[in-house]
């Protein structure tokens, strides 16, 4: 029911409305167990369309009153509050931006913005709406692939266009780069948060303020204003005829907690903003404002705007952050699990069985189980990134790699793997810096041959090179310090054709086209499967880690895309230097190596040969 609310033009008359709404669980108890009904005298809309309809720009006026009536949920029949709603005259084309004019009972007075805007303003946090200009729809993806079969692309719309941009919109910029990241090999494209975020400043849209509004400064330089909201439906729509599929990175725990006319507009409708029924904590605290998942009316709210972006802008899955503030594992019908369930339920009335919906939870493997229960796709599985870091930083590989390497397992649906993501440094400064790339080449086969669903940060593929201090260790969130600020812009330097760069890029490249030709790479199989973190030797038939040799040996199977079987033997050393490897195979011939081409001379189902200093071989052979 909130995607109706908000403002916009009635059909194409010119006139535009605005619809506010109110829960109250004395109409319907299911809204809300904490809170209360906002004491609202008046509630009125000021913004620069006034004029034009014979008032004053941003000045109260009678004429601008929001009605009051009682509100039906159409999709349940239940009548769950009140809605203010204002339809006015006709306005010329053109984007408009306003706000709501509270006057409460005690005549205190206040401007608050529209909870459920489809546009930022330009500023002061303004809400917007457009009057005419373009018309479209969002081209859906044509053939969804399953989760696992996904290899994902993590974007800062920001600092993925810094360089090249030139003036215009990011939104519009980054479909310059589209052909690029089809010749890379990626298939789906996880955006960082494109929604509204407090203030107009650089950031990464980890503390939302609107969630039915892109970002403003993603649509700044729009030839027409009016285009705004176009230019993400048309950036999603040529995703989608490139074969890509477009993730919707959500953050539902927590909002801006920016004050009053900054600030979230279901926080500060209420005169005391702690009698919101929308803020508060749930489970586990971390950012911003909490949203309190307890009551009906949040979880109303947050299943409306996955809705809203799944019918409208036809996204292809949704990746949760920081579900650990929204999952209380005491309250299985709460909060995390209840909204999955809700979202089930819709995509599959909908026949989108594939899309998936992963989390983000703890840095821990506890993840999976906590996936597992909620009914998620899958979880991130971080210590996949943790891990690596740690040895490559430390030039000394432990037998958890075999663990992570055996991404799927106990997974009931897909984990996300990585060695770099958007919140950690770049993992060729963990190498020692681009010059010393080739140490990451382990780590990038094993990755992309893995169990999982494989992510590539953007810039990962060229060797990019930020530093960034950890989590705990940077200091206050907003600390204008760079040396201790994390959310800083790392523009992406498309250095791809210098040594370093180049090389990377190549192997990337080889790699993630292995990936999407060969099927049996997206099955769960792995083996030696459960490995004992205290055996430092590989067992009788070569597979597992030489803690000494630095090298490690697993096998993957599963069915190609006609059906047959297809094995891979996949051999990493993460040492610097050459080391002797016998592995057993189950025949001697038919077998080549994926990365250089090489037919092993596989002999009485042994073979015994050397592998370079941090490099690999993906011995293959289909049936």
Known sequence: MYETFGAGEVGSSGKAYFRVFIPDSTLDAQQYLRGTVPPIKTLRVVGDFQADLGSVDWTPDAAFELTKSKFTDPADGKTKGWLYELTTGALPAGFYQYKLHVTFNSGATRLVCDPCTRYGGAENQNSAFVIGGPKRTTTPLADPLPPSQLVIYELMIDDFTAQFRAGRAPLAAVVDKLAYLKTLGINAIEFMPWTQWAGSAYDWGYTPQDYFAVAYPYTLNAADDAEKLFLLKTLVSRCH???????????????????????????????????????????????????????????????????????????????????????????????????????????????????????????????????????????????????????????????????????????????????????????????????????????????????????????????????????????????????????????????????????????????????????????????PSKWNGSDTQPDADGFGINQAQQTVVFHRWGNAADGHLEKFYVVLNFSQNPQTVSLSFPEDGGWIDLLSGWSPPVSGNWLTFQVGGSWGHVFYKKY
């Open 241 to 527: 005829e490139l074969g890509f599929h477009v993730i919707l990175d959500g953050v539902f725990d927590h909002v801006t907690d920016d004050g009053i006319d900054a600030g979230f507009g279901y926080r500060w409708l209420w005169e005391d903003p702690s009698q919101s029924p929308y803020c508060g904590v749930f489970a586990g605290a971390g950012y911003g404002q909490d949203l309190d998942y307890a009551n009906g009316c949040t979880l109303d709210y947050i299943a409306d705007v996955c809705r809203y972006w799944i019918d409208v802008f036809a996204i292809d899955g949704i990746r949760f952050d920081y579900t650990l503030g929204f999952y209380d594992s005491t309250r299985p019908t709460l909060g995390l699990p209840a909204l999955l369930s809700r979202l089930r339920t819709y995509l599959a009335g909908k026949g989108l069985s594939k899309f998936p919906l992963f989390i983000e939870h703890e840095w821990e493997y506890s993840s999976i189980g906590v996936a597992n229960k909620v009914g998620a796709t899958g979880c991130w599985l971080d210590p996949f990134r943790g891990e690596s870091r740690q040895y490559l930083s430390q030039r000394w590989l432990q037998t958890g790699v075999v663990r992570f390497l055996d991404a799927a397992l106990d997974v009931a649906g897909s984990a996300v793997t990585y060695i770099e993501n958007h919140d950690h440094e770049s993992f060729s400064l963990n190498a020692g810096g681009r010059d010393q790339w080739w140490r990451t080449q382990p780590y990038a086969i094993g990755l992309l041959t893995a169990a999982g669903t494989p992510l590539i940060h953007n810039g990962q593929e060229y060797a990019e090179l930020y530093p960034m201090p950890e989590p705990g260790a940077e200091g206050p969130e907003g600390s204008l310090d760079p040396a201790v600020r994390r959310i800083l812009p790392r523009p992406l330097r498309w250095t791809t054709t210098d040594g370093p760069g180049a090389a990377t890029l190549a192997l990337y490249q080889q790699l993630l086209q292995l990936r999407r030709t060969h099927l049996g790479l997206t099955s769960p199989n792995f083996h």
